[in-house]
């Protein structure tokens, strides 16, 4: 019996011995390599490699949207009126405001009006940094049958462009330039309206879903790398008679 004892002390210390060989190897190739951290990717099937051990922070949406965790260097946030991102950077929100009492909000956030009749809203873009940050530019594209008013509502600081086509029924292009060295708060409010087509009537002229917005996308720099926040698409359900 008590040479049984001893050949399964002698096992599990020749097996330790393995383990702590094999442990110091990896490490030790670790150390050469250096430290890198991945994160996995569900949508590619792969393992993407990230800047440090936590480049993460919490994406929130408002209505049919989709929330969670994701890596900082590219968001996608599908959202319908309220988007919301929160990163050791900075702060990052959009919202759409109904302006006209005719405007409904259904329970998924999707918004419904009644078509040929004259919508308005207003969509109100953050951005807040503790840090400064550097080329911050904000994009967004409104759809033919909407408006948007030039000069902005509001804009506390930076430029905004506008730019348009193709066509009579054109889309709407706006590019808001705040630049290098940004930290703070930044506000933009546009008015956001239905226009008349070509023909003179209101938009929306026929029933069916639309786009109010395919989503705003912020680019910015941080220590020459370049990142980008998108979010998701705003819905419009319009109703009622051809």
């Known amino acids: 019996m008590a040479l049984t004892v001893v050949s399964k002390k002698k096992l599990v210390g020749r097996w330790a011995m393995r383990f702590n060989t094999k442990f110091l190897l990896v490490f030790f190739m ?9 994160r996995y990717n569900p949508d590619t099937g792969q393992w993407e490699k990230l800047d440090g051990l936590n480049p993460y922070g919490s994406a929130e949406g408002l209505g049919d949207s989709v929330s ?37 909000i259904l329970p998924d956030g999707t918004f419904r009006v009644p078509t040929h009749q004259y919508a308005e809203w207003k969509i109100i873009i953050k951005i807040s940094s503790n840090n400064p940050i550097d080329n911050v530019v904000v994009k967004d594209t409104f759809e033919p049958q909407l408006g948007v008013q030039d000069p902005p509502l509001y804009v506390s600081q930076g430029t905004v462009n506008y730019t348009y086509g193709p066509g009579q029924m054109y889309h709407t292009y706006i590019t808001w330039i705040i630049g290098n060295n940004f930290s703070g708060e930044a506000e933009l409010i546009l008015k956001v309206y239905t226009k008349l087509n070509p023909g003179g009537k209101q938009e929306f002229t026929s029933p069916g879903t639309y786009y109010l917005n395919k989503g705003a996308t912020l680019n910015y720099t941080i220590g020459g790398t370049g990142y980008s926040i998108t979010t998701g698409e705003i819905l419009v359900i319009a109703y009622g008679e051809k």
């Open 30 to 38: 670790f150390l050469m390599l250096g430290m890198s951290f991945y």
């Open 68 to 104: 969670g965790y994701c890596n900082k260097s590219i968001w996608e946030i599908n959202v319908s009126t309220k988007a919301k991102v929160e990163i050791p950077e900075f702060n990052f929100s959009k919202i759409a405001v109904p302006v006209t009492s005719n405007i409904e």
